[in-house]
């Protein structure tokens, strides 16, 4: 009995012993496959796509993160279920104006069923690409600048400037609930922001690009009304033909814009861009639309992108006078989707010459992490960051990706573990070389 019962707790002793040495190795072994990479693809396998992002899961995720390597987090609302997380390492002179880095949370959607892998599955193929919505746009910066950091306050590193992360809702329908209201908030003036890094855009040679401006879209809506009649009959008048005298008009236009793009006068983005969306007309029948009557209304969208160097009251004038004169019996409406001009009313663009002495800061890092620059460039679409370059605040779009084909918003969007590694070494040298730079103590 006292022989059994001995034998008993030895046993006990022993599978206690046996499931002890066989979890720790497991749990230490989880920490050890924990690594940029996997926190990359944890941070890409939340759905953040539109019309219904998931905010909470990712900001839950990247406030642990972020404390885990020691910094501080503030979650604002400045709308509900819209979180703005703002991550802080402060400086060692907190009173010298910030630098802020701004992401995005949220993603386009994507059709699965025209992808290799699930969207947001985060597959890393042997090969090294990482295959999810948001790989490129723009889930790969915001894990890196947590990285950067973490990798810099291993080696000691101490900023001068406070240093900022904000990740923002809403970028991918325009920001107006997301970074507009953030950046006219107390909480951001607070933050004495000096300079800006937000997203940019993959290159496809060795050379990392940067983004000095955006251009500001319009929405156009023309409408015509005109006389209805007989589909046999020719005559004066009608909405139809009123709305297609404007579109032959609009068309000459773009021909001009592209004329120039195509002669390699200027690049994409420094021309006005219009390009027809929709058309609304005709008289629905139940097979379709009748064919023998000519409608009373017609209307037309068009998207419209300017470069900050056009000028928009000039555009207005051309719109109102040649593209829908109000003689043709036409209306129409422009909706401005964001600022083209700063609060002193200057054009929406950063400064690439001495006169911005964070663009020399920023050049140098860039040669201190072997990186070549390509020309600066204004941004073919729209980011956050007009929002921040309206308050007169210098910020450049940058997401450092070269040898790598520009798949945002498309299909199958990947990119390749190599290039998100080399990313985060970049931004450790653009951290420092930003934080360390004494000379401007107000903008
Ligand atoms: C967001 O995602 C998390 C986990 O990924 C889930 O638990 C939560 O229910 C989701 N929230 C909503 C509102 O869908
Ligand atoms: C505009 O409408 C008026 C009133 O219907 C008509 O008399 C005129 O001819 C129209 N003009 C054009 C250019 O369609
Ligand atoms: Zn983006």
Redesign the pocket.
Known sequence: MANSRVSLLLLTLLALTLSLSASSPSSHNREELETPITRFQQYLRFKTAHPNPNYTAPVSFLTALAKSIGLVTQSIEFTPNKPVLLVTWPGSKPSLPSILFNSHLDSVPAEPTKWLHPPFSAVHTPDGKIFARGAQDDKCIAIQYLEAIRNLKSKNFIPTRTIHISYVPDEEIGGFDGAAKFVNSKEFRHLNVGFALDEGQASVNDEFRVFFADRSPWNLIIRA???PGHGSRMY???AM??LMKSIEIISRFRESQFDVVKAGKAANSEVISVNPVYLKAGIPSPTGFVMNMQPSEAEAGFDLRLPPTADPDLMKKRIAEEWVPA???MTYEIIEKGPLRDHMGRPLMTAVDDSNPWWGVFRQAIAAAGGKLAKPEILLSTTDARFIRQLGIPVFGFSPMTNTPILLHDHNEFLEDTVFLKGIEVYEHIISSLSSFEEVHST
């Open positions: 009304k005109g006389k004066d008048d009608g033909e009123n003689i043709r019996n």
